[in-house]
């Protein structure tokens, strides 16, 4: 089963990079001039490169909606959405500064982070609901992707497991 999942979730994340990749290029452009091609732009004072977090929850806003429309009344399941949500951005930001330590640390909390989201979502959910969490954040943001396939780059040749199977969820 954990190979299978971590397969799962490899394939998923490579489909989702090429994907948003081709899916970001035809929809790409800051419409608001702020150069990250995010077109919900709040006060700059949260702004911290990639996305804004005007909550302070540590989750970027655009994710945040996401989140929250897809459960509005689900909190756990918010919660588990908004763990994975964390750890991608943990993702791009290690890949926008190449720092294999903080990819190696990123990736973990990811796998941490899929095996909550497991245990929230079920079997038959997880994998739609880490997809279109990842397509979200990847979506329209140029910055965004090429730090994430920089990311994904850093991980690269390596093989990652997790020992997160009891209590995942933060």
Excluded at 8 to 13: K, N
Excluded at 31 to 41: A, C, D, F, L, P
Aim: with cysteine; proline share 2%; hydrophobic share 35%.
């Amino acid at each position: 089963m954990k190979k299978i999942l971590i397969g799962l979730s490899i394939l998923i994340l490579a489909t989702l990079v090429f994907w948003g990749c081709s899916f970001g290029a035809k929809k790409s452009g800051n419409k608001t001039g702020g150069g990250s091609g995010n077109t919900n732009q709040p006060p700059r004072n949260t702004y911290d490169g990639f996305g804004y977090d005007n909550n302070a929850n540590g989750v970027w806003d655009d994710l945040d909606t996401h989140i929250s429309n897809r459960y509005p009344s689900d909190v756990l399941k918010q919660n588990a959405l908004k763990q994975m949500a964390k750890a991608l951005q943990a993702g791009v930001r290690a890949g926008s500064t190449k720092n294999d330590v903080a990819a190696q640390s990123a990736n973990k909390a990811l796998s941490k982070g899929v095996y909550c989201l497991l245990e929230r979502t079920g079997v038959d959910k997880f994998g739609e609901e880490s997809s279109l969490l990842k397509v979200e954040m990847l979506k329209g943001d140029a910055n965004r992707r090429k730090a994430y396939q920089e990311f994904n780059a850093l991980l690269s040749g390596g093989f990652y497991g997790s020992d997160q199977k009891e209590n995942p969820c933060e």
